[in-house]
């Protein structure tokens, strides 16, 4: 697997999302949180700017819902053009009719785990996910410290994930950057979300590139 990078907009300029997607174009995908103020203490955006975002970029749109209900939820953010739909541990009711859900409807189903949560209550479920997401901060605000304790978490994931020989992509969000990319690749972790390490630069595509390269010299397959 090769190192993909994923910045994520909560970082961006909401008054200009549509000039801040295209100065992320080197990019892989663009990782989007939803965010309901009652899973988590923030309250983001909602279906309409997610449907105008998935019609404005070239993007494949990577749909972070950190919101209650997501069973509920998920499969209408598939409608509107995300490509992934990635929810949570606790959250979702039944997660794996969920996953085959999005499926059905050609869209990736992904699952997350908060940094208190351990990783292997999904490992009987695994070959059901296209990725995982492993928290490197607490999940509602970025710009946040990573969390360099997440990644025995990591490794063991994907310790899991190829003694099984699945090809289930490990994704972490949280404080990723140049300095902390090569971290997150060595404990096995191919998509990495960066917010203000994007956004922040006053070059995004060298930010972008920054990590890319950081990333893929330490990738642990």
Known sequence: MSIQIAPSILSADFANLERDLKAIASADMVHVDVMDHHFVPNLTLGEPVVERICQVTDLPVDVHLMIEDPDRWAPEFAKLGAASVTFHMGAA????????QLHDMGVKACFAVRPAEPVEPIFDILDEFDMILVMTVEPGFGGQKFLANQMA????????????????????????????????AQAGADVLVAGSAVYGAADRAAAIEAIREKATAAYRP
Not at 153 to 169: A, F, M, N, Q
Not at 171 to 176: E, F, L, N
Request: proline fraction near 5%.
């Open 93 to 100: 009711h039944a997660p794996v009719r969920l996953a085959r």
């Open 153 to 184: 978490k990591t490794r063991r994931l994907r310790d899991e994930i190829s003694r099984r020989g699945l090809d289930t992509h490990i994704q972490v969000d949280g404080g990723v950057s140049p300095s902390t990319a090569a971290t997150v």
